[in-house]
């Protein structure tokens, strides 16, 4: 059943990007709701990789997406933001200063401000197009993403991709699991280090490279993966013993009713003015992944520099004619919202 709420902004989105705004709406005593499609916050970094460590969040040397999904939540704790977690939003209407949103559950949110930062919008992964791929996928034959390293210890794996997901996982699983890669060709479009890495291991046979093939067919009874067929473009096929098939060929990225709102969009992402980050409707901002502009860089650590800059443009629109006196969080410490 839907609720109504009435409040400073909407938040569309609860990844990292969109916990950390609720920390610097929080900070200027700006209240806000978190929406989110996924029944859990933590967007990509808690539904597809928690156990992923992440090397470039300042201060941490490295952190699980998951940890750091827990920090972010620690971090909002003191201003309570209200959370409406399995819905979406589907209705946007109004102006800067009076918005009303409307979700397919039938919640109505009123706010002053909307901060869309919602990743690159709805997601799911690219499927192979693999004959009774279903019945594997309700077996767990086929996965796509990987909650805990653990589920796979002592498996047959077979990881097909040539991308960053494919040997950042090939890599991780390698001691605890039985792991074939699959690629149609040998260079891989992974970070340098990485691909060195996951050559290094091959040669030192911690894990079979199957290259140049691709993913031909499944086999197995009742949905229960057995083999997975590989073919190279010449027509010559083999089979290997899997337990488990990862499939990481990317994210297919949907905007959903976002791209029906009227905002300028440039290849599927929402333009923004990198000195505020609203749109071209006023009053509507868009941070992190599914924003951009010239120069952007698609890095968590710039999604938090996005929030701030929205939050500080935003506090006028809540609180017209109400000077905000800039000042260090270590001077203001972190504010009550009473």
Known sequence: ??????????????????????????????????????????????????????????????????????????????????????????????????FTLGTDVGDDIRVRAVVIAAGAGAFGPNRPPLD?????????????????????????????????????WALALKDIARVAVVHRRPKFRAAPETAAQLDAAAAAGAIEMVIPYQLHALHGDGGQLAQVEVATLAGEKRRLAADVLLPFFGLAMDLGPIAAWGLALERHHVAVDPATCQTSAPGIFAIGDIATYPGKLKLILQGFSEAAVAAHAIHPIVHPGQALHFEYSTTSGVPRLG
């Open 132 to 168: 009774g791929l279903p019945a594997f996928e309700a077996s767990g034959g086929v996965q796509y993403y990987i909650r805990r390293k653990e589920d796979f210890r002592g498996k047959r794996v077979v990881i097909a991709g040539g991308g960053d997901s494919a040997v950042d």
């Open 1 to 98: 059943m839907g609720q109504t709420i009435e409040t400073d902004v909407a938040v569309i989105g609860s990844g990292p990007v969109g916990l950390f705004a609720a920390f610097e709406l929080g900070m200027l005593k700006l209240r806000c709701v978190l929406i989110d499609a996924l029944s859990e916050v933590g967007g990509q970094c808690t539904a597809l990789y928690p156990e992923k460590p992440i090397y470039d969040i300042p201060a941490h040397p490295a952190i699980s997406a998951g940890a750091l999904v827990s920090e972010l939540e620690r971090q909002i704790a003191p201003f309570n933001p209200r959370r409406l977690l399995g819905r979406r939003v589907e209705r946007l209407a109004g102006t800067a200063g009076a």
